[in-house]
């Protein structure tokens, strides 16, 4: 079975990563694990110098200006969705049903979704932003309760799809990935989401993710808020939140919404402005004291960050006291 460029009327061959440096090879690429760059596995050209890449273990993600490029025939042992946004051209073609393959072209706002093992190409005919998550089957059954048993069985292949969700959930991903390190807890959080969309809307099983109401109760809220309190110094993790509500953490995210108006990672980052209003009040402080203590991961984050929300920056606002 073979994939065929439309455009250029050839057989399409792999490129495999090895070290960082694209191999050609003449057989179809299956990556091995979420830490090994998937978003390499095929790529032609290699990805831009500026892109954004992290690795967390069982998902990873991945963020570009990408350039007019294809992603070559390959599979992947995990899920991969990934939202392009306007201007963007795209062509898709992909292995269906019986294997037969299905071919689907695009412009504007779009989403593929593959589950692991399913053969597809990605022409990139214009450039266009770009975000990727791959998502491995334990993250979804560590972070999704009552997700299907098998991811890989139970996700439908769905590739160049409108998903208004998916792409405003990119969107705020691209645009933390502009200033500087992303947290854990905002990347646990979008994967999370993903994964929880992608079991209600993308699932051939008749057991669908159930939806949650009523917020997170006074008692779960006063201890999920006091651990935000004594930790603002520390990395905080959607997996130590949940911990603490005693939830899982797609529960927590839709709960905590509910009591609160807004997602753990807004409401954390919120706290750590506040506490850098009030520390800014102590001269003996330096600005990257501050940012240590209010658990940025440097002065760089702490003044943008800073800036977004309080409109000046660490700096002039320490003035004007």
């Keep these: 079975m073979g994939f065929y460029s439309e455009q250029e009327g050839t057989r399409i061959t792999a490129v495999q990563c090895d070290g960082g440096k694209m191999l050609n090879s003449g057989q179809n690429i299956e990556a091995s694990t979420i830490g090994q760059k998937q978003f390499l596995i095929g790529l032609n050209p290699g990805p831009p110098a500026d892109y954004v890449s992290q690795d967390y273990g069982d998902y990873s993600l991945y963020t570009a200006e990408q350039h007019r490029s294809v992603w070559e025939r390959h599979t992947h042992n995990c899920t991969q969705i990934t939202v392009a946004m306007s201007p963007a051209q795209v062509r898709g073609e992909w292995q269906g049903a019986n294997g037969h393959i299905e071919r689907r072209e695009m412009n504007g706002d779009m989403a593929w979704i593959v589950p692991p093992g399913v053969e597809h190409i990605i022409h990139f005919d214009r450039p266009a932003t770009l975000i990727h998550l791959y998502l491995a089957e334990s993250f979804f059954h560590k972070m999704v309760e009552d997700v299907p048993n098998s991811v890989e069985h139970s996700l439908i292949p769905s590739i160049l799809v409108r998903d208004p969700f998916l792409v405003e959930l990119a969107k705020s991903l691209h645009r933390e990935s502009l200033e500087g390190p992303l947290s854990p807890l905002f990347t646990q959080s979008v994967a999370t ?17 159930p939806s949650c109401h009523g917020g997170m109760g006074p ?10 309190a004594e930790h603002l110094d520390q990395t905080i993790t959607l997996e130590e939140l949940a911990k603490v509500a005693e939830i899982s953490p797609n529960y927590l995210i839709a709960l905590f919404r509910q009591s609160l108006g807004m997602t753990p990672h807004k409401y954390v980052v919120q706290q750590r402005i506040e506490q850098a209003r009030r520390l800014l009040n102590e001269r003996d402080l330096s600005l990257l004291e501050i940012a240590q203590r209010c658990g940025f991961q440097d002065q760089s984050q702490f003044t943008t960050v800073f800036r977004r929300y309080a409109g000046v920056t660490p700096g002039q606002l320490r003035r004007s006291l």
């Design 193 to 209: 989401l993903t994964a929880t969309h992608l079991a209600r809307s993308y699932s051939n099983r008749s057991r669908a993710v």
């Design 219 to 228: 008692s779960r809220e006063r201890r999920v808020l006091a651990y935000i």
